[in-house]
């Protein structure tokens, strides 16, 4: 499907591409925080945890009123009618009189928790099709089916409600379903998946991205996904987001083969690829600490271009190596929390000094994780003071400078999901407290 079937703005091109199917460049430039497109979702269903709690059909959680059951099936929730009627007319009606039933069914409740969400969001995008008058004319839906199905073949699971679509046409739905869905946030907490076909056929992975997805929520209307960029992006540069956590340093060359049929080829994995074997990190508290401190010197000392943004591993320290293993990070993370949470805020600001230097390593410039990091470490050392000397120049000091930086960070980003709070709301309330101290 060539770029003008795809109806894209001025601003972005469909090219070939020397791997890939295709690319997406910019035909402008794109400065940090533009929002480079916006894409509504075709369908989208809630994480189990969120049922109830989220309306259905625009996704949001309402902050100043209870959701409303649906009379029919008492297992969805609306905002309000308008938000009902929305979801009635695109895909709820084909399902409401089957859902409980369908969710009681032994094939259903025999599928594991991912197999089941796949389920319910086939189920809702065979709804959406029955309903569409003419779905051979709807763009969103010609973009999905001209994506190119998963690696792996496998059989469709169960649906709810009965439609009048073929075994082979349910196949090829479902083929195209794994390796093409998105995990929707609000202020980075997964609240469901949905199905964004032009996202998914312009922009390819890069674990060294230029650019992130975010989902705006608007009452009585799809979720929306916005492409914002992180950096400046110049005139014919290629656009790629993340299609999962670049910090998976290890994991992540198996999940692309099986999930996504590809062998990544970005900086970030090229630099992993040139090091060699990546050792576990030492258990000694005395070595790691050693570790840690040589991180964050190497980290002060390389600038504002890491090693993962140039590919090239010459220089890089080969004590350093151990840090890669993922058990390094995950260990930092919970020690940060951990510490945190018990109000043993020393340990936890050595913890997230550390991290901040892993997370400014491996990620690339703006990526909205280093700010939220920031956001809680500048949230730890304000706790600290309180509980020692709110007076405390260094710690506050600390705090400020953190909050600075996060800030700086998640403005880029914009707000996102539900708007009454998230992580600006935070920066802006404990900026208000340390203002006194300045």
Aim: aromatic share 10%; net charge negative; hydrophobic share 35%.
């Amino acid at each position: 499907m060539s770029s003008s079937v795809l109806e894209l703005p001025e601003t972005l091109r469909l090219e070939s591409h020397p791997f890939a199917r295709n690319q997406c460049t910019s035909t402008t430039t794109f400065s940090p925080g533009s929002t480079i497109i916006s894409i509504p979702a075709l369908v989208s269903v809630l994480l189990p945890a969120s049922k109830g709690h989220r309306c259905d059909a625009c996704n949001r959680r309402p902050s100043d009123q209870p959701l409303k059951r649906c009379t029919g099936c008492a297992s969805y929730w609306y905002c309000d009618a308008a938000c009902q009627i929305f979801h009635w007319k695109t895909e709820h009606r084909k399902m409401c009189k089957d859902y409980n039933a369908y969710c009681a069914s032994p094939r259903f409740q025999s599928l594991q928790e991912h197999e089941k969400m796949d389920a319910l969001l086939l189920s809702a995008f065979c709804a959406h099709m029955a309903l569409l008058l003419e779905p051979d004319e709807n763009p969103s839906v010609s973009t999905f089916l001209s994506l190119l199905p998963g690696p792996t073949e496998i059989e469709p699971p169960p649906r709810c409600g009965g439609y009048a679509f073929s075994a082979d046409q349910l196949k090829s739905f479902y083929s195209r379903f794994g390796n093409n869905n998105f995990s929707m946030h609000s202020h980075f907490n997964v609240f469901g998946h949905g199905i964004f076909p032009l996202a998914s056929r312009l922009f390819n992975h890069s674990c060294m991205p230029n650019a992130a997805a975010k989902y705006v929520l608007t009452s009585s209307q799809s979720v929306r996904m916005e492409v914002v960029a992180l950096r400046k992006i110049m005139p014919g540069e290629e656009i790629c987001v993340p299609y999962l956590d670049p910090a998976l340093l290890q994991t992540r060359a198996q999940v692309f083969e099986l999930t996504y049929g590809f062998t990544c080829k970005c900086t970030s994995c090229t630099f992993l690829g040139s090091v060699g074997r990546i050792p576990n990190p030492p258990k000694d508290g005395l070595e790691l600490k050693s570790i840690s401190t040589a991180l964050e010197h190497f980290v002060r000392e390389m600038g504002e271009v890491s090693v993962f943004q140039t590919g090239r591993s010459e220089g890089f320290p080969p004590q350093l190596l151990c840090v890669l293993h993922e058990t390094f990070l995950c260990d930092l993370s919970e020690r940060f929390s951990a510490a945190s949470h018990e109000g043993l805020y020393d340990v936890a600001l050595e913890a997230g000094t550390t991290l901040t230097a892993l997370y400014r390593l491996i990620y690339p410039p703006n990526y909205p994780q280093i700010g939220m990091h920031l956001l809680e470490v500048a949230k730890t050392a304000w706790n600290y003071s309180v509980q020692t000397d709110p007076t405390d120049k260094a710690l506050n000091n600390l705090a400020q400078e953190a909050l600075t930086l996060a800030r700086s960070i998640l403005t880029v980003f914009g707000s996102e999901g539900d708007e009454y709070d998230g992580p600006l709301v935070e920066i802006q309330t404990l900026s208000n407290l340390l203002s006194p101290l300045d």
